[in-house]
């Protein structure tokens, strides 16, 4: 059974970063796609970024150039490192795979 794990969020002031990680078990991250989603209460889940199996990398245009996907292959972790915050970036964060149930998600605050 392959399970995601996301940590890292937290509290920070605008213009401020965080790194947000997603531990995986059960599954190589070396053949799985993995995706970072958000939500806001009230609100849909709304696609982040991926990284696919071959590398490549997409964004939503909302954290184009801000946010960058990444991945530690010996630690089965994949992290989203997130720059430039804005208090619009405040949501639940989740990293997803066709492969795994949604995850509990990491609170990321961003505060004016």
């Known amino acids: 059974q392959v399970q995601l794990v996301e940590s890292g969020g937290g509290l920070v002031q605008a213009g401020g970063s965080l790194r947000l990680s997603c531990v995986v078990s059960?599954?190589?991250?070396?053949?799985?796609?993995i995706d970072w989603y958000r939500q806001v209460p009230g609100k849909q889940r709304e696609f982040v970024a991926t990284r696919l199996s071959g590398g490549i990398t997409k964004y939503a245009d909302s954290v184009k150039g801000r946010f960058t996907i990444s991945r530690d292959n010996a630690k089965n972790t994949v992290y989203l490192q997130m720059n430039s915050l804005k208090p619009e970036d405040t949501a639940v964060y989740y990293c997803h795979s066709t492969f795994a149930s949604w995850g509990q998600g990491t609170q990321v605050t961003v505060s004016s």
């Open positions: 059960g599954r190589s991250i070396r053949d799985m796609g």
